[in-house]
C-alpha cells in the first residue's frame, strides 16, 4: 500500500471562526490528508475530526450552530470517530462557560469553563509544562494514552483566559495561579486548552499520534493496552 493511502482523512470543521487553516497544516504536516470542510457527508466519512477554536466560547458556538455543523459534532461523537478539540474547540465541548453565561456548549463532557485566577496576568499567553495524569488517561481511554505518552514534562504554548473545571475527564494539567486543565478525554474524545499546532516539536508529536490513531485506531487501541 502506497504512503498516500495510509494518510487518513482528518476533517477539520470549518465553521467560518478563527484561523482554522494552522491546524489543518500541522495535520497535513503530521502525516494526515486534513481536509478543511463543512460539508456533512465528508465529516460524516472522515476517520477522524478536529474541532480548533479561538476567541470568545459565544461567538464560536454561535457560529457552529449557524453552519449546521453542531448535530454533526453529536454524529461523529456517538459514532466513536477519534475526535479532538482544541483551545476554544476544547471548551465547546462542555456544559457552558462563564465567559457567555447564556449560550449553552455541546454538553458532550460534563462540567463547565471558568476564569482563571484573579491571582495572575489573564490571558495566560505563554508557554507552560505540561503534567500528565497517567492513572486519568488510562482510566479515560485507550486513545488518551496513546496521545499523551512521552509528553509529561513537555512544554507547550497556551493562550486562554479560562479553562475547563478539575474532573475526572482531566488528563493533564499546567500551574498557572493553581492548578488547570490542559487535556481532557473520554473514549474517542481528546482535546487540549493549548495549542499543539503551535507547541514545536511536542506538539507536532501529539497531532502525529492523533493522526496514527486515526489511520488504524483498533491497532492504536491495541498499542495503547500495552504501554
Given at each position: 500500500?502506497?504512503?498516500?493511502?495510509?494518510?487518513?482523512?482528518?476533517?477539520?470543521?470549518?465553521?467560518?471562526?478563527?484561523?482554522?487553516?494552522?491546524?489543518?497544516?500541522?495535520?497535513?504536516?503530521?502525516?494526515?490528508?486534513?481536509?478543511?470542510?463543512?460539508?456533512?457527508?465528508?465529516?460524516?466519512?472522515?476517520?477522524?475530526?478536529?474541532?480548533?477554536?479561538?476567541?470568545?466560547?459565544?461567538?464560536?458556538?454561535?457560529?457552529?450552530?449557524?453552519?449546521?455543523?453542531?448535530?454533526?459534532?453529536?454524529?461523529?461523537?456517538?459514532?466513536?470517530?477519534?475526535?479532538?478539540?482544541i483551545?476554544?474547540?476544547?471548551?465547546?465541548?462542555?456544559?457552558?462557560?462563564?465567559?457567555?453565561?447564556?449560550?449553552?456548549?455541546?454538553?458532550?463532557?460534563?462540567?463547565?469553563?471558568?476564569?482563571?485566577?484573579?491571582?495572575v496576568?489573564?490571558?495566560?499567553?505563554?508557554?507552560?509544562?505540561?503534567?500528565v495524569?497517567?492513572?486519568?488517561?488510562?482510566?479515560?481511554?485507550?486513545?488518551?494514552?496513546?496521545?499523551?505518552?512521552?509528553?509529561?514534562?513537555?512544554w507547550?504554548?497556551?493562550?486562554?483566559?479560562?479553562?475547563?473545571?478539575?474532573?475526572?475527564?482531566?488528563?493533564?494539567?499546567?500551574?498557572?495561579?493553581?492548578?488547570?486543565?490542559?487535556?481532557?478525554?473520554?473514549?474517542?474524545?481528546?482535546?487540549?486548552?493549548?495549542?499543539?499546532?503551535?507547541?514545536?516539536?511536542?506538539?507536532?508529536?501529539?497531532?502525529?499520534?492523533?493522526?496514527?490513531?486515526?489511520?488504524?485506531?483498533?491497532?492504536?487501541?491495541?498499542?495503547?493496552?500495552?504501554?
Amino acid at each position: 500500500m502506497s504512503e498516500a493511502a495510509n494518510r487518513p482523512t482528518i476533517a477539520v470543521l470549518d465553521y467560518g471562526i478563527g484561523n482554522l487553516r494552522s491546524a489543518q497544516k500541522a495535520l497535513i504536516v503530521s502525516g494526515a490528508d486534513a481536509i478543511l470542510t463543512n460539508d456533512a457527508g465528508i465529516v460524516a466519512a472522515a476517520d477522524g475530526v478536529v474541532l480548533p477554536g479561538v476567541g470568545a466560547f459565544g461567538a464560536c458556538m454561535n457560529a457552529l450552530r449557524t453552519s449546521g455543523l453542531e448535530p454533526l459534532v453529536h454524529d461523529v461523537v456517538d459514532a466513536e470517530t477519534p475526535f479532538m478539540g482544541i483551545c476554544v474547540g476544547m471548551q465547546m465541548l462542555f456544559e457552558g462557560s462563564d465567559e457567555s453565561p447564556d449560550v449553552d456548549g455541546l454538553g458532550i463532557l460534563s462540567g463547565r469553563i471558568r476564569w482563571l485566577s484573579e491571582s495572575v496576568k489573564r490571558p495566560q499567553m505563554q508557554w507552560n509544562q505540561i503534567a500528565v495524569s497517567v492513572e486519568a488517561a488510562d482510566r479515560s481511554s485507550p486513545m488518551a494514552s496513546a496521545m499523551l505518552d512521552g509528553l509529561d514534562g513537555e512544554w507547550a504554548y497556551f493562550v486562554h483566559s479560562l479553562a475547563a473545571e478539575l474532573s475526572d475527564d482531566t488528563v493533564a494539567t499546567v500551574d498557572y495561579g493553581g492548578t488547570v486543565t490542559a487535556a481532557v478525554a473520554r473514549d474517542r474524545v481528546f482535546a487540549t486548552q493549548f495549542h499543539p499546532e503551535k507547541s514545536a516539536t511536542a506538539g507536532l508529536s501529539l497531532l502525529s499520534r492523533f493522526v496514527d490513531f486515526c489511520a488504524s485506531p483498533k491497532q492504536s487501541e491495541l498499542t495503547a493496552n500495552t504501554i
